[in-house]
């Protein structure tokens, strides 16, 4: 895995540079960020891979700094807090971290779920399907032929989830939540609105068509072997 760009959001100076060093063992380049004040700073003047916050700073509340980042963008975000209480995590995950891990923790199984999200983001922009690739940078795919195709938010969302599971079957009412999430989908019906779209734009035919339905239960994806 190539180098990435970490951010720890945490007041306390011993944890935070706890993390700091051990992230940076496994490859990690790491910023620190003891505020929301130093968070926004952070956050204007870098690209972040994935942000690590904590949600009980001396100037901000996490959730709101989670909400206020949902707003501009789409970078992975685990809470690490001490707050154990139902609420907090069902709010946090409402609000878009794709992870909530409660202190104490494993410092090497914070970095495994780290790894293991990263991967799962790069396949987005690397990995291909039938001849596609998807660009997570321009929101569109393209065929090695050099045909091109711009895909919508959720188009391109519904698309990244299936590649993101490896050829694995994607449940509807997992694809639902996400994109309910992510790209303001409000029904399941639309989900096959936006299958039946993408198959539209890969000129998918009976002998070629990339997007398997199992009906009633999901979808997946045939992606190329390496």
Avoid at 28 to 46: I, L, P
Avoid at 194 to 210: A, E, F, Q, V
Wanted: charged letters at 25%.
């Amino acid at each position: 895995m190539t180098a990435t760009h970490l951010l720890v959001v945490e007041d306390d100076f011993h944890l935070r540079e706890l993390i700091r060093e051990y992230l940076q063992v496994y490859g990690h380049q790491v910023s620190v960020a003891e505020s929301g004040e130093t968070f926004r700073q952070q956050w204007a003047a870098h690209r972040f891979d994935l942000i690590l916050l904590d949600l009980n700073l001396p100037d901000a509340d996490g959730l709101e700094l989670l909400a206020e980042l949902r707003r501009q963008s789409d970078v992975p975000v685990f809470i690490v807090s001490a707050r154990i209480d139902e609420p907090s995590r069902i709010r946090g995950l409402e609000l878009g971290a794709d992870d909530y891990i409660v202190k104490p923790f494993s410092a090497r199984e914070l970095e495994l779920r780290v790894r293991n999200t990263l991967r799962r983001n790069t396949a987005t922009q690397t990995s291909c399907f039938t001849g596609w690739t998807l660009n997570a940078e321009s929101f569109c795919m393209t065929h090695h032929d050099g045909r091109q195709e711009h895909l919508t938010k959720a188009e391109f969302t519904l698309l990244k989830l299936l590649v993101a599971a490896g050829g694995s079957l994607v449940p509807r009412d997992e694809l639902f939540r996400q994109l309910e999430r992510e790209a303001g989908v409000n029904s399941l019906e639309t989900i096959t609105s936006l299958i039946y779209r993408l198959r539209r734009k890969m000129g998918c035919n009976k002998d070629n068509n990339p997007i398997i339905t199992q009906s009633g239960v999901g979808y997946r994806i045939l992606l190329d072997k390496n």
